[in-house]
Every structure is written in C-alpha cells, then in structure tokens.
C-alpha cells in the first residue's frame, strides 16, 4: 500500500463503506494500482505474512479482498483449500489468471460483509481490506468471521497504517477493533491474540479462536 492509492475519482463518504465501483474504476485505470507485483516493500510484507501462520497446511482457508491474486498465489501453497474472494471482477480475473495452475484455490465476486460464504474455515485473511469498511460494515464483518472461524483456527489482520484520505478507517483502528474482541469476546466466541507485529507502513496481528 502507498500513498499512489489515492486517485481522481470523486471523494467516497467516509461514515460508509467504499463500493465496489471504486475499486473497478481503479483497476479499470491501473490493473496494478498498488504495485503487488513490483513493489519491493509488498514482496516483503507478503513473506512476513506468510511466515507467521501457525500450521504448515490448513484445510480450508479464506482470502477477504484477493486483489489481482499475488499474496493468494503464495498462500496456496500453504492450504488444501483456499477461497479467494474480491469485489472487483477486473481484478479478480487477474487472480483466476495467475492461479489458474492451483486446484486448490476458488473464486468468487462477493462483497463482505453483505455476503459471507456459508462454509467453515480453519484460516481467515483479512489483507489490505478492512479499512475500505464503515465502522458499522467492520463490527458485521467481525460477527461473521467468528461465527466461520473453527475452534483452534486462526485470523490473521494485515494492514497499512499510514493515513489514506478516502478510507473510512485507518489500518490501527481495525486491528484495535479485533484486539477488543480478544478481550472482551462478541457472541460469546472469544478470540486469543497470539502475536502482533508493527513495521514503517504497516502492522500484523494474529489471532486464534479458542472458544
């Protein structure tokens, strides 16, 4: 993520989450706009998060915004299964490209939290995602990653922490809202911080679900 984020559409209200036409026209202009396949800054964040999952392989594991699929490609590797999901079809059929070798990996055009997959995951991965929600959209979302996480399972939080003038959240106050829960606990599913980690631009937070 960088500061090229920004572009000339027309400022989105920040109290709601960004609509998919936003990213469309983003990658309608750009098939790259954030530089996941060159930047050297991305390549590292990618490889810090693939380094801190838990387990060599999980069963079944759930990408929340895939972009044009580069982190996906990498994290295939370390699952049997592995549904990526995005609200941009240019984006997407980038993606399908890329990973069109991988058995294991799905796609799908879904807009969370409006839509969440009915399945159950032992790996969720919320990436460069959670800020584009309203604070309403992020408390939806969090219900619906408890209620699909498995027990034992884990979500791990990756996200930019510099200021980005059209998001309706900041990378910190996404990964805080998670932290919330693993102290407090919503729906009674409670949520264990395992390890966070804080670099230049961005930060990483893993969590396990333990009931």
């Known amino acids: 993520m960088s500061s ?3 572009s000339s559409q027309s400022q989105p209200s920040q109290s709601q989450s960004l609509p998919p036409r936003y990213f469309e026209e983003m990658y309608s202009e750009n098939p790259d706009p954030w530089q996941f396949e060159t930047s050297e800054y991305e390549a590292q964040k990618y490889a810090a998060t693939i380094a801190v999952l838990p387990k060599p392989l999980y069963r079944s594991a759930f990408e929340i915004g895939g972009s044009i ?7 295939a590797d370390r699952c049997e299964n592995l549904l990526s999901v995005d609200v941009s079809q240019v984006a997407q059929a980038k993606a399908v490209q890329r990973c069109q070798e991988l058995p294991q990996v799905r796609f799908e055009i879904m807009q969370v939290p409006q839509q ?4 159950q995951f032992d790996l969720i991965l919320v990436s460069e995602v959670g800020y584009y929600l309203s604070q309403q959209d992020l408390q939806r979302t969090q219900e619906h990653i408890l209620n699909h996480l498995e027990i034992g399972g884990h979500l791990l939080l990756v996200h930019w922490t510099l200021y980005a003038r059209d998001y309706p959240l900041s990378g910190d106050e996404v990964h805080n809202s998670f932290l919330a ?3 407090e606990s919503l729906l009674d599913i409670p949520l264990r911080h395992i390890t966070g980690q804080r670099e230049s631009q961005y930060r990483l937070d893993l969590f396990e679900r333990v009931g």
């Open 116 to 119: 969440f997959p009915d399945e």
């Open 181 to 183: 829960l693993s102290s």
């Open 4 to 6: 090229s984020s920004q």
């Open 69 to 75: 699929g580069v982190l996906t490609r990498q994290l």
